[in-house]
């Protein structure tokens, strides 16, 4: 949940700065410095192509982040040309398409035309590990008149404590059985005492055996957890 309000965050306050950029270019020096502004200060990546794929801008944290596509981001550079560059600097790999990841180093050709296909659809949401490790909510969305626009929102930290929760229940949980085990155990050694009062050493010997087996269980679950 805090992930996807993050993400639908940065999504709102992009949407109207990033549609007019697109839709209504034709606009005073003043006010293009000033839209400007306020994508630069936008707490996502985004860039831009319009309706027949050639760059329209990109900001400086997304410059920062994939230097490498630098050439790329230049005025009225084609999509693909983007794709390629990024395939050539071993970027992408994780692109939350498992289809394209698979052939990333198989058909390169494919994989660069699959990944410009990603941005040409109307709406789509995926996750993203970049080169370095850190994670990105990736949205990509059309305006009216049919220009993309990417977001990255940087999710590493949520992913973290993610995975320190899931580290923590695991915990948990092999404590439980720790615990379950052991109390086992006691009741094990209980009936291996009365196996050898009652039945006679043959069968407590096969108790004791159980007995063991309960000991070594648990003692796993110690270590594990």
């Known amino acids: 949940a805090l992930r996807t309000n993050i993400a639908d965050t940065s999504l709102r306050e992009a949407a109207a700065v990033l549609t007019d950029l697109v839709e209504r270019p034709a606009v005073s020096g003043h006010e293009w410095s000033v839209r400007r502004s306020v994508l630069e200060s936008l707490p996502a990546s985004v860039v831009i192509y319009d309706r027949d794929e050639h760059f329209v801008l990109a900001n400086r944290r997304l410059k920062d982040a994939l230097p490498a596509l630098a050439p790329s981001f230049q005025a009225g550079a084609p999509l693909r040309e983007m794709a390629a560059a990024a395939h050539a600097a071993g970027y992408v790999r994780d692109s939350g398409y498992p289809e394209l990841d698979a052939i990333y180093d198989q058909d390169p050709e494919a994989w660069i035309e699959g990944f410009a296909a990603t941005y040409r659809v109307g709406h789509a949401v995926t996750e993203r590990r970049d080169q370095d490790g850190r994670w990105f909510h990736v949205t990509n969305l059309r305006t009216a008149d049919?220009?993309?626009?990417?977001?990255?929102?940087?999710?590493?930290?949520?992913?973290?404590?993610?995975?320190?929760?899931?580290?923590?229940?695991?915990?948990?949980?092999?404590?439980?059985?720790?615990?379950?085990?052991?109390?086992?155990?006691?009741?094990?050694?209980?009936?291996?005492?009365?196996?050898?009062?009652?039945?006679?050493?043959?069968?407590?010997?096969?108790?004791?055996?159980?007995?063991?087996?309960?000991?070594?269980?648990?003692?796993?679950?110690?270590?594990a957890a």
């Open 146 to 223: 049919g220009a993309h626009i990417c977001l990255r929102t940087d999710i590493t930290d949520i992913k973290q404590r993610e995975k320190d929760l899931r580290d923590s229940m695991r915990k948990i949980m092999l404590r439980m059985a720790m615990v379950w085990l052991v109390s086992l155990n006691v009741a094990w050694s209980a009936a291996a005492l009365a196996a050898s009062t009652a039945l006679g050493i043959k069968d407590a010997a096969s108790a004791a055996k159980s007995t063991a087996t309960c000991e070594r269980a648990a003692d796993y679950a110690q270590r």
